[in-house]
């Protein structure tokens, strides 16, 4: 490089060659026309050790590196002496000041009158609003933020931390730190998902803190596993349901009369008439008022939504411009569907995404990246697509959902009857 003028030191803490936030600083560094130069490392030499990086960041002139420290903070980066946040007011309702921050999932902390505060509420592409007088911070949508509300502007005072790798080896997220592939052993992951969802359940028992959201697409019925996640939900490793009026109609459509898209899912064979299936029954839930009142009624006696009613766990159906019907149960406004996905998803502790690229980055979009997060589909590229759009923490285990569900719930039961004996 040539007349660079200008220099500024980062830090760089905890998991950093594990995590890969080491050669993806530097690889931003370059990637933007800088240079940097390693003025201090220091390597944890056991598991628990922290690593530790000091970096000077050299660029062109100071708005140059203020760009690369901006994109290199989202990454996990520290400046030291690092000043207050700059905060401006929001001007009318919806609309946000000039430069202000945008968020990453990620832990994020910033510096107001020398403190350090926790931001709540961490989403992606969200803004920071914060209360001075409570001396706390939120992440808000641009729709949430109303006149008058202070909002983060710039990128000084802010600290942002990524999910470090874990270290210890057998770990779910350890064995599967690599890209989603079909040649992984289906077994062994199984069975660490299962261990994972095992003691989260535990946890929420004990505590009514955490637990599981599944997110779950039409295809969990098509392949035969509806009555799989039926007696995951009725095992009570699911606390909350996102799905579509798809997955509903047609596990309705199963619990009414055999099939789904019209195909006996016993058989594999087409039934005469089986077209008009789903139609009618959507229309039986419409008779009947909503779901809940189908279940009340001794209509709807099985099924997934049976097993939601009676286990009393919440769920959140979100219309479609292609729904037929849709079934009353269905939130066809799709601002108040993501604001009831949000509140569901806080504290929870895993999302088990299962053959629905829709739902999978709509629901990755509102989580924290510290929630585990597991992408089950058959395409490899809905989990591509699915970190791509930011949800980075997401693991891939390519396969058929109906072969995985059926697996996991047997898993479980083993785990149970291990714990009897």
């Known amino acids: 490089m040539c007349d660079i003028m200008f220099m500024r030191e980062i830090e760089l803490r905890g998991h950093i060659i594990d995590s890969l936030i080491l050669p993806k600083v530097f690889d931003k560094i370059l990637d933007l026309g800088g240079d940097y130069k390693v003025l201090k490392f220091e390597i944890g030499k056991r598991k628990e050790d922290p690593s530790y990086a000091k970096i000077l960041v050299i660029g062109r002139d100071e708005g140059h590196v ?24 929001a001007e009318k309702d919806m609309v946000l000041p000039d430069g202000f921050y945008s968020t990453t999932n ?24 914060v209360y ?33 790798k874990p270290r210890e080896k057998g770990e779910l997220f350890e064995f599967m730190k690599s890209e989603a592939s079909s040649e992984k052993p289906k077994e062994t ?20 803190k955490g637990g599981i959201v599944v997110v779950g697409g039409p295809a969990i019925v098509h392949t035969g596993a509806g009555e799989a996640l039926a ?10 349901l ?6 509903a109609t047609h596990d ?53 939504m049976y097993e939601c009613i009676k286990n009393n766990i ?75 759009r930011g949800t980075s923490q997401a693991i891939g285990v390519v396969t058929d959902v109906g072969v995985f569900l059926p697996m996991l719930v047997e898993e479980l039961e083993r785990l149970e009857e291990n714990k009897k004996d």
């Open 66 to 89: 203020d760009d690369i420290l901006m994109e290199l903070r989202d990454i996990g980066a520290e400046i030291p002496e690092i000043e207050d946040v700059e905060l401006k007011e």
């Open 314 to 388: 919440p769920y959140v159906l979100a219309g479609s411009i292609r729904d037929d019907g849709p079934l009353p149960d269905v939130i066809t406004d799709v601002v108040e569907a993501q604001d009831k996905m949000r509140e569901m998803l806080k504290g929870k502790k895993m999302v088990l995404m299962l053959s629905t690229m829709l739902h999978s980055i709509a629901t990755g979009n509102l989580l924290p990246s510290y929630v585990k997060t597991i992408c089950v589909d058959i395409n490899p590229a809905t989990v591509t697509k699915l970190m791509d």
């Open 106 to 129: 990620h832990i994020t902390y910033i510096k107001y009158n020398g403190e350090w505060i926790e931001v709540e509420n961490p989403k992606m592409d969200g803004v920071i609003v």
């Open 189 to 208: 992951i199984i069975r660490k998902i299962a261990k994972e969802m095992y003691a989260i359940r535990e946890e929420y028992g004990k505590t009514g």
């Open 132 to 164: 001075p007088e409570e001396k706390r911070a939120e992440v808000k949508t641009i729709r949430k933020v109303k006149k008058g509300d202070l909002i983060v502007v710039g990128h000084k005072g802010i600290r942002v931390i990524p999910p470090e």
């Open 252 to 304: 309705i459509e199963w619990a009414l009369y055999g099939t789904s898209l019209g195909v006996n899912i016993e058989t594999g064979k087409p039934v005469s008439g089986g077209h008009r299936h789903h139609l009618y029954a959507i229309n039986t839930i419409m008779k009947a008022g909503s779901i809940k009142e189908a279940v009340e009624k001794g209509i709807l006696k099985k099924g997934i």
């Open 231 to 240: 007696k995951l939900i009725k095992m009570g490793y699911v606390q909350a």
């Open 242 to 247: 996102f799905s579509g009026n798809a997955l």
